[in-house]
């Protein structure tokens, strides 16, 4: 008796990331430039930080003689 597992996987259903519609093959996985844009807005404001210099209370003491 064998089990024969469906290895016939329907594609992903690929999903615009921003409003869940199909996307544009063009946009992919986008469905318009508008989402495009808004996820890359999306990207820059939660995750693109200018990095600063070390946090105000570093390891190192600069003002120790
Ligand atoms: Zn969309």
């Known amino acids: 008796m064998s089990q024969i597992v ?9 999903k615009c990331p921003i409003c869940a519609r199909p996307p544009l093959a063009a946009l992919a996985p986008f ?3 508008r989402c495009k ?3 890359l807005r999306r990207w820059l404001d939660g995750g693109y930080r200018i990095p600063t210099d070390e946090g ?3 390891p190192e003491a600069p003002d120790v003689p």
Request: include cysteine; glycine fraction near 6%.
């Open 6 to 14: 469906e290895l016939k996987r329907k594609p992903r259903k690929a």
């Open 31 to 33: 469905c318009s430039k």
């Open 56 to 58: 105000p209370d570093g």
């Open 37 to 39: 844009d808004e996820d």
